[in-house]
């Protein structure tokens, strides 16, 4: 019996509309099994076998039964799929009143029917698959159903592990532009305790020590670095809502004085450097705590709020006379809040040239150096090597947000095999060509290849020149499919059982 075998390999959906279904067919000759147009499909999901069975070529005793099962098999992994049991007469009629006595999921065939059987099962794709064997079990037994005698067929040797892609270690993004002016803030907010109606600070008073300190571990932060001079303070006060509208006028503006004399006179600060405001009353942060909240009379409370007709003091009263119970609640456990002082201390870090200092300054304070620098100490280094990717993972820890260290980070990831890793930077700059470049590189070295070439076609629209190569080479293995099947050949015995 002749049979021809083809092997089809099915793009993942990503491919493109216009992709074409290959195939590799060639003659095979298997005088033990009687099937015809014996068919193995894969894809990224799933592994399928189709054949056509003769159930007249089968000369099985009216009392015994052939089981054959279709297996795939690697090393010690084996999954097996649906079986066929074709039995004799009695035997065929004895399972139908008792089907449990068959294998699990097996399809029934009379020996001897003429009809063709058509067989299709899929398997899900695992990754042991990709370097495996397809070969069809065939057992035979007697009336009581206990194997007398079992033999294997082997159909194909599969190999269908991706082509090797293989990506150069350097090809991270374009250097960040350098910067003469390195300019940083740090900011904060403080939540000072003055006592009623006063706008002394006592250092004592209350939760102050612990406020206080954390102003001044800011500004010891600037204070303590050599290479930083500090440009500016700002300091913005601000007081809750409740009671008269001038005093706390007059509260917010005296306790943002109390503040910068504060820092004067424990750091000798020239008072030119600082710039400060106040805000008598803040209204905007009770906005943003009653627009989470779960007060009942929420959405009235916000209305009052946002009534550009009423007067400061006309909100409170209104708010305080209408809605007693939650007022109450606003002013212990929201006012507070509201009266805090924010401040900012604007510094430049003087720029370094020679790559000495900058891989000293890593080490000591990496948050001094700009990307730039982190680029040119990461360019003294091989390409992919561990110090030069320790540079991109350090700079994307002293600049989470930007996009240029993220895209960087991801490049190196993926150089080292970290696609999950990959993938957490490039969330943060998706909207970026490089990314998109990236990605294409990702999936490509993950066997990915049609998402590969999707994500590659975005990048090289873009302008990324990069982006050519690998989409080439992308290409080249799509058009190929140089995924091997080596030919069994066929040498069992006859397993047809003669009639008994």
Request: net charge neutral.
């Amino acid at each position: 019996m002749t049979t021809m075998l083809k092997i089809n390999y099915r793009r993942t959906a990503a491919a493109l509309a216009a992709a074409v279904l290959t195939c590799t067919a060639w003659a095979h000759t298997m005088p033990s099994l009687a099937i015809d147009n014996a068919e193995i499909c894969t894809d990224d999901a799933t592994l399928e076998l189709s054949f056509i069975l003769d159930p007249s070529s089968y000369n099985i005793g009216s009392n015994r039964q052939l089981t054959l099962t279709p297996v795939v098999t690697s090393g010690d992994s084996i999954a097996a799929m649906h079986p066929v049991v074709i039995a004799g007469y009695n035997r065929y009629y004895h399972l139908l009143r008792r089907p449990e006595a068959m294998p699990q999921g097996a399809v029934l065939i009379r020996s001897g029917k003429k009809e063709h059987f058509s067989y299709n099962e899929a398997l899900p794709m695992k990754q042991w698959m990709l370097q495996s064997k397809v070969e069809i079990k065939a057992d035979e037994s007697g009336c009581c159903g206990a194997p007398e005698r079992n033999d294997r067929v082997s159909v194909a040797q599969l190999d269908l592990r991706p082509a090797s892609f293989m990506v150069p270690p350097d090809y991270s993004v374009k250097a960040p532009a350098a910067s003469d002016n390195k300019t940083t803030e740090l900011s904060g907010s403080a939540y000072i305790d003055f006592r009623v109606n006063r706008t002394e600070i006592d250092p004592s008073y209350r939760r102050n020590p612990e406020e206080l300190a954390a102003i001044l571990v800011t500004i010891d932060t600037v204070v303590g670095n050599p290479d930083a001079t500090i440009n500016r303070i700002e300091i913005k006060g601000f007081a809750s809502p409740e009671g008269k509208y001038s005093n706390n006028e007059r509260l917010a503006k005296g306790r943002t004085k109390a503040l910068k004399e504060y820092v004067i006179k424990t750091y000798g600060f020239e008072p030119s450097i600082f710039d400060t405001s106040f805000e008598p009353e803040d209204w905007d942060g009770l906005r943003r705590f009653l627009q989470k909240s779960a007060l009942q009379a929420r959405n009235e409370l916000l209305d009052i709020a946002n009534n550009s007709k009423l007067s400061p003091d006309e909100k409170d009263n209104t708010m305080r006379r209408r809605f007693p119970a939650d007022y109450k609640f606003l002013l212990d456990n929201v006012y507070p809040g509201l009266r805090h002082s924010d401040y900012k201390v604007n510094y430049t870090i003087r720029t370094y040239t020679d790559i000495e200092e900058i891989r000293r300054i890593m080490e000591e304070r990496p948050g001094n150096l700009s990307l730039n620098e982190f680029y040119l100490l990461a360019h003294s280094y091989t390409p992919g090597s561990d110090e030069y990717n320790r540079v991109f993972d350090t700079a994307v820890r002293v600049y989470p947000n930007d996009p240029v260290s993220n895209l960087n980070a991801a490049a190196v990831a993926v150089n080292k095999g970290d696609f999950l890793g990959a993938e957490r930077f490039l969330a943060r700059c998706a909207d970026r060509p490089e990314a998109a470049y990236i990605r294409g590189v990702a999936m490509a070295n993950q066997g990915k290849f049609s998402e590969a070439k999707a994500w590659l076609i975005n990048a090289d629209k873009a302008g990324i020149d990069e982006a050519a190569a690998p989409l080439e080479n992308v290409n080249k293995i799509l058009d190929k499919q140089d995924r091997k099947i080596e030919y069994i050949p066929d040498n069992h015995q006859n397993i047809f059982t003669k009639k008994k």
